[in-house]
């Protein structure tokens, strides 16, 4: 059984920093796309940044040059360092990735339980 386990969100006063974590347990042969959307009540959940396996990074227009994705793929793990945050910004963030269990298997896709970030001052 695969998990995403989320961590680092929270309270930050605008144009703070805030770091997130997401790390995948269980049996995986491969991660390919790893990333993090966000939700704010009544809204749907959007793309905030996502990485491709080989480091290809793709943002939203909202947080281009504030937020930064990485990902650690012996780890399975995925980071968004939030930079200079605003309170639009505030949103349970969700991380997502895909997961192949075996060579020969397809991908599949898994979310995190959501983090609350909050700008607020």
């Known amino acids: 059984q695969v998990q995403l386990v989320e961590s680092g969100g929270g309270l930050v006063q605008p144009g703070g920093s805030l770091r997130l974590s997401c790390a995948a347990s269980?049996?995986?042969?491969?991660?390919?796309?790893m990333g993090w959307y966000r939700q704010t009540l009544g809204e749907q959940r959007e793309l905030v940044a996502a990485?491709?396996?080989?480091?290809?990074?793709l943002y939203a227009d909202s947080v281009k040059g504030r937020f930064t994705v990485s990902r650690d793929n012996a780890k399975n793990a995925v980071y968004l360092q939030m930079n200079s945050l605003k309170p639009e910004d505030t949103a349970v963030y969700y991380c997502?990735?895909?997961?192949?269990?075996?060579?020969?298997?397809?991908?599949?896709?898994?979310w995190g339980q959501g983090t609350q970030v909050t700008v607020s001052s």
């Open positions: 997502n990735a895909y997961f192949m269990m075996a060579i020969t298997s397809p991908e599949y896709n898994y």
């Open positions: 990485v491709t396996t080989d480091g290809y990074e």
């Open positions: 269980g049996s995986i042969f491969r991660s390919n796309v």
